[in-house]
């Protein structure tokens, strides 16, 4: 190996070495600060100790420097004692019979790393008024704090470091996990302790607690989610008797409440697979929903209870079952649009007496059928108008009165039956009213059964 080629071996070898020299001669670093600059060299180590482990190298290579006579020696010996946990380059001075130097605070992190254990005691107490199984913490640092950093590592070409943010979120938390028991969570922590180490202060963020499970609706007098006042806008006025709303009760609202109750939450989303009509009911297993409560204080609720609650609070008109815990992608799943096959029950009254033939006719087109469906009149100001195709698998016609009959239709989710019915002025093809040649309206609707996957 020619001399050059070692030199430069050399060089990179000593490269980490002297670099921490360079960042210790112009400023005070503390062990800390310095192990971070080289994060990425060794496995779990910790800053800390591959900070104090440079110095000591730097400690024995100025003692050797010294011992040899060379200046340089004792002015590296006596940079180390600025800011420095070892104390033996303070003792080698003494013996050599120079003076040590003052010692100076952490150009980077002004000696927060060492006081940590205040802001680990103020997180503890504020976590102690929240249920929860997994926490992070996230750092915030002042705006000059982040740049000097920037700067540092550019000044110093710093390569294999981290940052201060990771740094101090996993010193914290690893304190933190020690007192409580509890993991640190990267991807879905139930509550995320927002410090900063420079001023001080710890805020508490929980995220949301899902709970999914499915709804029955048996009266055909509440709306799906509460419905503000359209007069008013929800201020009050005499239409809405000074309540802001259209309907005094909503399935939403009916669930809301006992659960913001039990889980000390602020607020509470309402997420469901699709919506009936306000005079429709939701019969047979109900459809699945989430709701989601925003800050919750409790999450080790009990479900059996929480479900006891909300049936008897309703007094008959909305029923929950089946609930259980879940996460954000059970909102996922269930906003998938119209997936999932739906069962309706309608109670049909035509505009004149219909023969058993006409019925049997009925029947037999709508069975194993296309339905082509523009968006219906009634919903145009609210959703695009565009046409969707929805088919029916299965339907079951029963003569009520000689105008009446009762239609059980089992068909694509997004089928909008009450135009099935009427047409909705050609709107809707093919559809009952042509199918009997008479005008047919919609008595009753009820969903009997919401089949999606995995819920
Ligand atoms: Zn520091
Ligand atoms: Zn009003």
Not at 90 to 102: P, S
Not at 282 to 304: A, N, S, W, Y
């Amino acid at each position: 190996m020619s001399a050059a080629k070692q030199a430069a071996k050399r060089g990179k070898f000593m490269g980490m070495l002297e670099k921490a020299q360079k960042m210790l001669e112009k400023y005070s670093i503390c062990d800390h600060c310095l192990g971070r600059q080289f994060a990425l060299l060794g496995y779990g180590l910790g800053n800390q100790r591959r900070g104090k482990a440079l110095k000591l190298l730097l400690t024995m290579k100025g003692h050797q420097m010294a011992l040899t006579g060379e200046k340089k020696g004792v002015s590296l010996l006596k940079i180390l004692t600025v800011n420095t946990s070892l104390d033996m380059a303070t003792k080698i001075l003494k013996r050599l019979k120079k003076r040590a130097r003052k010692r100076r605070e952490c150009h980077l992190c002004h000696d927060k790393f060492e006081s940590l254990n205040e802001l680990v005691d103020h997180s503890l107490k504020k976590l102690k008024n929240y249920e929860y199984t997994t926490f992070l913490v996230g750092v915030e640092l002042p705006t000059e704090t982040e740049e000097k950093e920037d700067e540092f590592k550019a000044e110093f070409e710093v390569k294999h470091g981290e940052s201060m943010q990771n740094h101090f979120s996993r010193e914290i938390g690893k304190r933190i996990s020690e007192t409580t028991q509890k993991p640190v969570d990267y991807k879905r922590p139930n509550v995320v302790v927002l410090v900063n180490p420079f001023t001080g202060r710890v805020k508490l963020k929980a995220n949301p607690l899902y709970i999914a499970g499915r709804y029955r609706k048996l009266t055909r007098s509440i709306p799906q989610s509460k419905w503000i006042c359209r007069e008013c806008g929800g201020r009050g006025c005499p239409r809405c008797n000074g309540t802001g709303k259209m309907y005094q009760e909503s399935v939403e609202e009916i669930i809301a409440k006992p659960t913001l109750e039990k889980t000390a939450g602020e607020e509470a989303s309402f997420h469901a697979a699709g919506r009936e009509d306000v005079d429709a009911r939701m019969l047979g297993r109900g459809r699945p929903f989430v709701i989601e409560v925003k800050k919750p204080k409790k999450r080790f609720i009990d479900l059996q209870n929480l479900a006891e609650t909300i049936n008897k609070q309703a007094q008959g008109k909305v029923k929950v079952l089946n609930l259980r815990f879940g996460d954000r992608d059970t909102v996922r799943k269930l906003k998938k649009p119209e997936m999932g096959e739906k069962v309706y029950k309608a109670i049909i009254k035509f505009d004149r007496n219909v023969s058993d033939e006409e019925l049997a006719t009925l029947e037999k087109t709508l069975i194993s059928t296309m339905v082509r469906q523009q968006t219906p009149l009634r919903v145009l100001h609210r959703r695009a108008d565009r046409i969707r195709e929805k088919y029916i698998y299965e339907a079951k016609i029963k003569r009520l009165t000689p105008n009446r009959v009762e239609m059980k239709v089992h068909c694509q989710g997004g089928l909008y039956i009450k135009e099935l019915i009427t047409g909705d002025q050609g709107r809707t093809n093919p559809n009952v009213s042509d199918i009997v040649s008479a005008k047919a309206e919609t008595l009753e609707l009820d969903v009997l059964n919401v089949i999606t996957r995995g819920s």
